[in-house]
């Protein structure tokens, strides 16, 4: 818990020096050698804070960042929180849909391929899972699109809801939802393998244990020794993994929303990157930082509570 | 005569790893009396656990099982899956070693116990499963409060003795012990045996023992048999085959035993030299000639079935 917390201010820090070393004049490369009079710059650094020296920039960023100002983005002169809260929601039901059934079907084939090991439903699993999850997502994303939106017009072909829309409660919904399929399916497919594999092998180990063979000697039907017995014990290292992949689902998909032209957290990031717009990267570097963090602490609460050895954090 | 509650008629069991046809268990035929009590005896990959295991069809898919098993009157290996479970654990039940994974790390031990009892339907409700486990967890000596126990929680002793109260559940007739003192402490061991004593003459149960340690079996077990690359290679009455071995192989192993009180066999022991044969590849004649110090010429040659050797004892060595 002190951990947590201690990681994050790590975060704060280290989040101000990166852009530091990384763009040295923001505000000139936002005109990008355009000819700007020197006077209109001047006063954008000054705007911006950007004239102080860079020590009373870091303790002015500390003390506002404490005080949930996190400033004003660069390139929209909107405040960067209001930017990040209207990006929120886009991206968590995209890739929050996309992490939960890429956790639910991965780890369903996991535990069949595992149970029926070199099988041909064994192979089949851990090889088609395997394929998505060696290709790049925004690759497969592309070629989704391609396949399925341009070819054979199936779905559209981005964004949230089709441009000029005018529609308003739930026939909204279903076209978000509509315009959703595709990048979810792309970014299920593309994090199933995972779940797969570590399922796999997960219940595999489980499966050379004695209890399952006492399982089997009381008199227990092939099915009930897996789920009662052998699954549980294979879960636990599952759980660590769906909960660090739930961090990322503030941040996981900045290529394919960028592909999809998703208005969410992950485009807002490939934009800013562009800029370099500072404060908002910041602002996004912290609350990716902060989710991550906060799964991982929800990992290890649920480990104690789903395995009795582990008995405090 | 009535019919023998375990009978086993020329069973063998074939392994077909990777790595080819390995025979853990050569012809093996014994009978066990109701009420009786057998152990088997030998060294580590002898096949005396997946003899045991063969019991009530546990073993590993690739292992490819021969002969005539017959428990309680049912022909174990001709027994369809859903006879098969239910005669797991209700005809014969197995006390698994506790020094292994035998019981689930995230089930807590009474949940465990009360398992079969409600896969069997023995007992009427949930209710009466923990009752009876209660019952049972006072019956081998552990309070009610360890039923809400995980296995880490536990002791060696103790782990061993849920096993045992498992194994009880259902009031089986036949009880395989498996190795049940194996990496306890030596008055741990004790009370354990004393333990499995009692319940057997309390049940009523049939025991089948099965340990490296044929000090043990003698104590607990009317009957031996000891087994050698996964043959049986002497039978008889605990005591008479302990006291005075037919067969060579049981002379090394009872001599490696100390005689309590004589310094001179604890200084100079002399157990067996040597390694158990790899079950894939055999001497050819008597697996044993390698080691034995009476072997002649004409041990290479065949190998020796069991012949009588004394009243109600068998041996298979040519020398008997």
Same mark, same amino acid.
């Given at each position: 818990?002190?951990?947590?917390?201690?990681?994050?201010?790590?975060?704060?820090?280290?989040?101000?020096?990166?852009?530091?070393?990384?763009?040295?004049?923001?505000?000139?490369?936002?005109?990008?050698?355009? !000819?700007?009079?020197?006077?209109?710059?001047?006063?954008?650094?000054?705007?911006?804070?950007?004239?102080?020296?860079?020590?009373?920039?870091?303790? @002015?960023?500390?003390?506002?960042?404490?005080?949930?100002?996190?400033?004003?983005?660069?390139?929209?002169?909107?405040?960067?929180?209001?930017?990040?809260?209207?990006?929120?929601?886009?991206?968590?039901?995209?890739?929050?849909?996309?992490?939960?059934?890429?956790?639910?079907?991965?780890?369903?084939?996991?535990?069949?391929?595992?149970?029926?090991?070199?099988?041909?439903?064994?192979?089949?699993?851990?090889?088609?899972?395997?394929?998505?999850?060696?290709?790049?997502?925004?690759?497969?994303?592309?070629?989704?699109?391609?396949?399925?939106?341009?070819?054979?017009?199936?779905?559209?072909?981005?964004?949230?809801?089709?441009?000029?829309?005018?529609?308003?409660?739930?026939?909204?919904?279903?076209?978000?939802?509509?315009?959703?399929?595709?990048?979810?399916?792309?970014?299920?497919?593309?994090?199933?393998?995972?779940?797969?594999?570590?399922?796999?092998?997960?219940?595999?180990?489980?499966?050379?244990?004695?209890?399952?063979?006492?399982?089997?000697?009381?008199?227990?039907?092939?099915?009930?020794?897996?789920?009662?017995?052998?699954?549980?014990?294979?879960?636990?290292?599952?759980?660590?993994?769906?909960?660090? !992949?739930?961090?990322?689902?503030?941040?996981?998909?900045?290529?394919?929303?960028?592909?999809?032209?998703?208005?969410? @957290?992950?485009?807002?990031?490939?934009?800013?990157?562009?800029?370099?717009?500072?404060?908002?990267?910041?602002?996004?570097?912290?609350?990716?930082?902060?989710?991550?963090?906060?799964? !991982?602490?929800?990992?290890?609460?649920?480990?104690?509570?789903?395995?009795?050895?582990?008995?405090?954090? | 005569?009535?019919?023998?509650?375990?009978?086993?008629?020329?069973?063998?069991?074939?392994?077909?790893?990777?790595?080819?046809?390995?025979?853990?268990?050569?012809?093996?035929? $014994?009978?066990?009396?109701?009420?009786?009590?057998?152990? #088997? +005896?030998?060294?580590?990959?002898?096949?005396?656990?997946? %003899?045991?295991?063969?019991? $009530?069809?546990?073993?590993?898919?690739?292992?490819?099982?021969?002969?005539?098993?017959?428990?309680?009157?049912?022909?174990?290996?001709?027994?369809?899956?859903?006879?098969?479970?239910?005669?797991?654990?209700?005809?014969?039940?197995?006390?698994?070693?506790?020094?292994?994974?035998?019981?689930?790390?995230?089930?807590?031990?009474?949940?465990?116990?009360?398992?079969?009892?409600?896969?069997?339907?023995?007992?009427?409700?949930?209710? +009466? +499963?923990?009752?009876?486990?209660?019952?049972?967890?006072?019956?081998?000596?552990?309070?009610? +409060?360890?039923?809400?126990?995980?296995?880490?929680?536990?002791?060696?002793?103790?782990?061993?003795?849920? %096993?045992?109260?498992? /194994? %009880?559940?259902?009031?089986?007739?036949?009880?395989?012990?498996?190795?049940?003192?194996?990496?306890?402490?030596?008055?741990?061991?004790?009370?354990?045996?004393?333990?499995?004593?009692?319940?057997?003459?309390?049940?009523?149960?049939?025991?089948?023992?099965?340990?490296?340690?044929?000090?043990? #079996?003698?104590? /607990?077990?009317?009957?031996?048999?000891?087994?050698?690359?996964?043959?049986?290679?002497?039978?008889?009455?605990?005591?008479?085959?302990?006291?005075?071995?037919?067969?060579?192989?049981?002379?090394?192993?009872?001599?490696?035993?100390?005689?309590?009180?004589?310094?001179?066999?604890?200084?100079?022991?002399?157990?067996?030299?040597?390694?158990?044969?790899?079950?894939?590849?055999?001497?050819?004649?008597?697996?044993?000639?390698?080691?034995?110090?009476?072997?002649?010429? /004409?041990?290479?040659?065949?190998?020796?079935?069991?012949?009588?050797?004394g009243t109600d004892r068998r041996a298979a060595c040519i020398l008997v």
């Amino acid at each position: 818990m002190a951990g947590s917390l201690l990681t994050l201010l790590f975060v704060l820090v280290f989040n101000f020096f990166l852009f530091r070393i990384v763009q040295k004049d923001p505000i000139g490369s936002l005109f990008r050698g355009r !000819n700007v009079p020197q006077a209109v710059i001047d006063n954008l650094r000054e705007a911006f804070g950007l004239d102080q020296p860079l020590l009373t920039q870091f303790f @002015l960023y500390m003390r506002e960042t404490f005080s949930l100002n996190f400033g004003v983005s660069y390139q929209s002169r909107q405040p960067v929180w209001d930017e990040i809260v209207a990006a929120i929601p886009a991206t968590v039901a995209l890739v929050g849909v996309s992490a939960i059934l890429s956790a639910v079907i991965g780890t369903a084939l996991g535990i069949v391929a595992a149970w029926r090991r070199n099988t041909w439903k064994d192979h089949g699993i851990t090889s088609g899972t395997m394929l998505f999850y060696s290709m790049p997502d925004f690759w497969l994303g592309m070629i989704l699109l391609v396949g399925l939106a341009v070819v054979v017009p199936l779905f559209p072909v981005g964004g949230i809801v089709d441009a000029g829309s005018t529609t308003t409660g739930l026939a909204r919904l279903l076209e978000q939802t509509y315009h959703m399929a595709l990048p979810a399916f792309t970014l299920t497919l593309a994090y199933l393998g995972e779940y797969t594999l570590v399922t796999r092998s997960s219940l595999l180990d489980v499966m050379g244990e004695d209890y399952l063979t006492v399982a089997r000697a009381k008199g227990l039907r092939d099915k009930l020794v897996r789920n009662r017995h052998a699954v549980p014990n294979a879960l636990l290292p599952v759980i660590t993994l769906a909960a660090i !992949n739930f961090g990322f689902v503030l941040s996981g998909a900045i290529a394919v929303e960028a592909v999809f032209s998703w208005p969410g @957290l992950g485009k807002a990031t490939a934009d800013a990157i562009r800029g370099p717009d500072l404060p908002m990267l910041q602002g996004l570097f912290l609350l990716f930082s902060a989710a991550v963090i906060f799964f !991982n602490l929800v990992a290890d609460l649920t480990y104690g509570f789903l395995d009795p050895r582990v008995e405090d954090i | 005569m009535t019919e023998p509650l375990l009978s086993m008629r020329d069973v063998s069991v074939t392994y077909h790893g990777s790595g080819g046809a390995v025979p853990a268990v050569r012809r093996v035929s $014994l009978d066990l009396e109701r009420g009786g009590s057998l152990g #088997l +005896a030998g060294e580590s990959g002898c096949g005396k656990s997946t %003899l045991a295991n063969s019991i $009530l069809r546990l073993l590993p898919p690739d292992a490819v099982v021969e002969g005539q098993i017959v428990l309680d009157g049912k022909d174990v290996l001709s027994l369809r899956p859903g006879g098969l479970r239910a005669a797991r654990w209700t005809a014969g039940a197995i006390v698994f070693q506790g020094a292994l994974h035998a019981l689930n790390p995230v089930q807590t031990v009474g949940r465990q116990i009360a398992e079969p009892m409600l896969i069997h339907g023995t007992v009427p409700d949930e209710e +009466a +499963a923990e009752r009876r486990t209660v019952e049972l967890l006072g019956r081998v000596g552990l309070p009610a +409060a360890r039923a809400d126990s995980y296995p880490h929680q536990l002791s060696g002793g103790q782990r061993q003795r849920v %096993l045992i109260a498992m /194994a %009880l559940a259902c009031e089986p007739m036949l009880l395989i012990a498996d190795e049940p003192t194996t990496a306890l402490d030596l008055m741990v061991q004790a009370q354990v045996l004393r333990l499995l004593e009692e319940l057997k003459e309390e049940h009523d149960l049939t025991l089948l023992f099965i340990t490296h340690d044929l000090s043990v #079996l003698t104590y /607990a077990c009317r009957d031996l048999a000891v087994m050698y690359a996964g043959r049986i290679v002497e039978d008889g009455p605990s005591w008479e085959v302990f006291g005075g071995p037919a067969h060579p192989y049981t002379k090394g192993l009872a001599a490696a035993f100390p005689t309590i009180g004589d310094p001179s066999s604890r200084m100079a022991p002399s157990g067996l030299g040597g390694d158990p044969p790899m079950p894939g590849s055999l001497p050819v004649g008597c697996p044993f000639n390698p080691r034995c110090p009476y072997a002649t010429e /004409a041990c290479l040659e065949a190998e020796p079935e069991l012949r009588i050797a004394g009243t109600d004892r068998r041996a298979a060595c040519i020398l008997v």
